[in-house]
């Protein structure tokens, strides 16, 4: 059996399925709570956070907030796409433009070390994603590929997706554990008291309080403040 065919009778399945619906319609509205405050402060021309300017993630969004019209554009984009998750005949028009959006965040937070949205992004993301792949029958008619009409309508099952959801928590923990405990050695954190609290399990405290410095009092990159925790500890 062709792939193609295959992945039209696992979208036929899962969206003949009630819970998988339930599940839809809970990621959209969540998505779109995510963006309407955010893009709001923005348009109305308000700096995003109260983060220090010499902590990674306040030193980009204050220059963010310096780009003018760029910064306002941003906003009315995330609450235009929060808007058309609200509907049903808008949802997919809304995912497309979320995705891009979420995307960047997810991989800013992640490049910068920000616990703010460290977290939270890459599950918006695979919420986006999971929007996306709903409406699978829509988005592959864009594709280069030979396309193969099988639109059979199925009766609805209300048999609960165990197997789904208990992927969707084991994702959820497996995400939680190694973004906090596994993929950085250290971070800049929001301010330098949080910043030097995690020096007291860092197998190097004086390089961690070096660290926490050049972040929070002399205001040096990220980049250049890792290089000089590495050399002092000797991890890298």
Sequence with gaps: M????????????VKSNKWMFYFWIFCRF????GFVLAGYVKVIGERFTNLS???????YL???????FYYTSIGVAQMLAAILLLFNRTALLGAVLYFPIILN?????????FEGSLISSPLMVLANLYLLCWDYDRIKLILPFKQQVTNVPRPINRRFPTLFFCGVVATIISLVIVLTQFIYDIKPRNTRSDCVLQCKRNKY??????????????GKPLEQALKRYHQASGSR
């Excluded at 300017?53 to 030193?59: A, D, E, K, L, V």
């Excluded at 405290?205 to 972040?215: G, K, L, R, S, T």
């Design 30 to 33: 969540s998505l779109a709570a």
């Design 105 to 113: 965040i997810c991989l800013l937070s992640i490049a910068v070390r």
């Design 2 to 13: 062709k792939l193609s065919v295959r992945l039209d009778e696992l979208h036929a399945r």
């Design 53 to 59: 300017n010499n902590q990674p993630m306040g030193h």
């Design 62 to 68: 204050e220059a963010l907030h310096h780009t003018g």
């Design 205 to 218: 405290p004086n390089a961690c309080e070096v660290f926490c410095d050049d972040i929070h009092r002399d």
